[in-house]
């Protein structure tokens, strides 16, 4: 049997380009492509033969749950290995219904459990490390999880707010007003049941959306 291809859709360069080098060393796929976005990933499963997806889920540009949408709706079949940020049980979850075969958090990410989740997905099977699996268990029969996808003006607005911009300068960054910025903030805020900008930025990197 002819190893399979892989796509790995991550938005951070220095992990990409790491994965393949491990991967490459372990001559287990015959090529590996990437995509930085949501969009480039599609395009790439719609042009090339991909056997298996490691997905990141929060991108810079789109989202990369929409890429998991896109994989279900085509019935494709694909497996997808999330490689995530996300720890929170919301999070987790959503990716879980969006037909993911396997969660591996980025932080605490060993070569062995990569081999491993790789391996158990490519012969069918799911793959999901103790920590998650107990989140899994837990919540598997929660029918509501809040689960936070930000929008592209959102995702800038949150990387202003955490470099400590003004209104005004984040206005001049995004290039609109600051009657705009100040209605994407109290929104944003809104979204995340957050109490002010601080519990905001708190918030974020708790869950994910900042590194």
Same mark, same amino acid.
């Given at each position: 049997m ?5 796509l790995?859709v991550?938005? #951070? ?20 492509? +990437?995509?930085?976005? $949501?969009s480039? $990933?599609?395009? @790439? ?5 991909? #056997? =298996? ?5 929060? =991108? ?20 997808m290995?999330a ?6 049980? $919301?999070? *987790?979850?959503?990716? %879980?219904? !969006?037909? %993911? #075969?396997?969660?591996?958090?980025? !932080? &605490? ?7 491993? !989740?790789?391996?158990s ?6 793959y999901?490390?103790?920590?998650? @699996?107990s %989140? %899994? ?6 029918? +509501? *999880? ?16 955490? @470099?400590?911009?003004?209104?005004k300068e984040?206005?001049?960054?995004m290039?609109?007003?600051?009657a ?13 049941? &957050? &109490?002010?900008?601080?519990? *905001?930025?708190?918030? $974020? ?6 590194d």
């Amino acid at each position: 049997m002819s190893k399979p291809n892989l796509l790995i859709v991550d938005d #951070h360069v220095y992990f990409r380009k790491s994965t393949i080098a491990l991967l490459q060393n372990y001559s287990i796929f015959n090529k590996i492509w +990437e995509a930085e976005s $949501a969009s480039t $990933a599609i395009q @790439r499963i719609q042009t090339h033969p991909i #056997h =298996l997806i490691f997905l990141d889920a929060r =991108l810079q540009q789109g989202d990369g749950l929409d890429v998991a949408d896109y994989i279900r709706k085509q019935k494709s079949g694909i497996p997808m290995i999330a490689i995530t940020s996300y720890s929170d049980a $919301a999070n *987790l979850m959503h990716l %879980v219904r !969006a037909g %993911v #075969h396997s969660i591996l958090i980025k !932080a &605490s990410l060993e070569p062995n459990e990569m081999l491993e !989740a790789i391996q158990s997905v490519l012969i069918g099977k799911k793959y999901f490390p103790l920590v998650i @699996r107990s %989140v %899994v268990e837990d919540n598997l029969y929660e029918e +509501e *999880l809040p689960v936070i996808r930000l929008t592209d003006n959102e995702k800038k607005l949150l990387l202003s707010l955490k @470099r400590g911009h003004t209104s005004k300068e984040i206005a001049s960054i995004m290039n609109i007003t600051v009657a705009t910025v100040d209605t994407y903030r109290k929104r944003l805020i809104e979204k995340t049941q &957050s &109490s002010n900008v601080q519990d *905001l930025i708190g918030f $974020a990197y708790r869950n994910g959306l900042l590194d």
